[in-house]
C-alpha cells in the first residue's frame, strides 16, 4: 500500500490546521496547557491571518503564522518556525511588539497582554527541557507577565518519553506524523483528532490546496540548498551584525540577559562575551 506523505509543519498546511474551525478543539486544549489561559476561552476566540499593521508606509509587510484575539486585552501570536535562522526570534518578537504597541493606541492605561508561542523544529537552546518560557522583568526583577511572555516549544523534546504532559505531548505528535496511515494509527478512537485527520486528508487531495502545499516544499529544498552552498552566509552575516547592536543597546538599559537572548536570537553566551568586550 502506498503512504500519503504529509508534513504539517509545512507553512500552508500548518496555517490550514491551526485556522480551522473544525479543529479548534484540540488547538485550544494544546495552547491553553501551554499558556494557561482557559479553553473555553481559546474555543470561542478570534483566529485569523496575521497580518501586522505598518508603522510607515514604505514599511514591507510583516505577517505572523497566527493571531489569536481572545478579549480586548489579551492575544495570543501563534509561530511555526520550520526552518533555524540567526533572525528568527528577532522577527517574531519584534511582531509581538508590534501588535502590543498598536492595540495600547486605542484609548487604553495600559498595554494589553501579549503571549507569543514559537513551535521549534529544531533545539534553538540546546536544552532538554520541552518548554522555555521568557518574560518581562520590571526595574525591581518583578516579572511582569500580564504585558508579554515568550514561549518557546521544543519539538523533539516534548516527543521524548520522558515528557509527561499527555495533553501537549499528544499534539506535538499528531503534528510530527509524516503520514496519514501513521496518524490513523496513533489516534485511532479519538473523535477529535480523526476529525483533525480527515482534514488533513482533504486539504492532500485538494488540488487548489496541494498547489500551495508543493510551492512551499520547493521552496524549503531552495533554502537547505543555499545553506549547503552558503550562499546565504554573506546575509545572515550581516543579520548577526544587526543582532549584535540591539543586544549591546539593550544591555545599556538593564534588560536580563535572557530576554536579550530570546528576542535577537543569540546565544546567552554569546551576549554575554559581547557585553563583556564592550566593558
Same mark, same amino acid.
Given at each position: ?36 489561559? @482557559? ?29 489569536? @484575539? ?128 480527515? !482534514?488533513?486528508?482533504?486539504?492532500? !487531495? ?30 545572515? @552575516?550581516?543579520? !548577526?551584525?544587526?543582532? @549584535? ?35
Amino acid at each position: 500500500m502506498i503512504e500519503t506523505k504529509i508534513n504539517l509543519f509545512n507553512d500552508a498546511m500548518f496555517k490550514a490546521i491551526f485556522r480551522n474551525p473544525k479543529n479548534r478543539k484540540i488547538i485550544s486544549e494544546f495552547l491553553s496547557e501551554v499558556t494557561g489561559v @482557559k479553553q473555553e476561552l481559546l474555543e470561542q476566540a478570534n483566529y485569523q491571518g496575521g497580518e501586522i499593521p505598518k508603522k510607515k508606509l514604505e514599511e514591507k509587510g510583516k505577517i505572523a503564522d497566527l493571531i489569536i @484575539k481572545i478579549e480586548d486585552n489579551q492575544q495570543i501570536i501563534v509561530e511555526m518556525n520550520q526552518y533555524r535562522s540567526n533572525y528568527i526570534f528577532e522577527k517574531n518578537t519584534s511582531y509581538a511588539f508590534s501588535i502590543s504597541s498598536e492595540s495600547s493606541k486605542k484609548g487604553r492605561r495600559e498595554y494589553p497582554r501579549v503571549i507569543l508561542v514559537n513551535l521549534d523544529k529544531f533545539n534553538p537552546f540546546q536544552t532538554k527541557e520541552g518548554i522555555i518560557r521568557f518574560q518581562l522583568r520590571d526595574e525591581e526583577g518583578h516579572v511582569e507577565t500580564e504585558i508579554y511572555e515568550s514561549i518557546h516549544i521544543i519539538l523533539e523534546n516534548i516527543i521524548d518519553k520522558q515528557y509527561n504532559n499527555n495533553k501537549i505531548k499528544k499534539f506535538v505528535e499528531f503534528m510530527a506524523s509524516e503520514t496519514i496511515e501513521e496518524m490513523e494509527e496513533k489516534f485511532k478512537g479519538d473523535e477529535e483528532y480523526m476529525a483533525a485527520i480527515r !482534514t488533513v486528508e482533504e486539504l492532500s !487531495t485538494d488540488p487548489n490546496f496541494v498547489g500551495y502545499y508543493d510551492l512551499e516544499e520547493a521552496h524549503k529544498q531552495e533554502l537547505e540548498d543555499m545553506r549547503e552552498t552558503g550562499y546565504d552566509d554573506g546575509i545572515e @552575516k550581516g543579520k !548577526t551584525e544587526n543582532q @549584535k547592536e540591539v543586544a549591546r543597546a539593550m544591555y545599556q538599559k538593564k534588560i536580563p540577559l535572557d530576554v536579550i537572548s530570546e528576542c535577537t536570537g543569540l546565544s546567552i553566551e554569546e551576549v554575554q562575551n559581547l557585553v563583556n568586550l564592550k566593558n
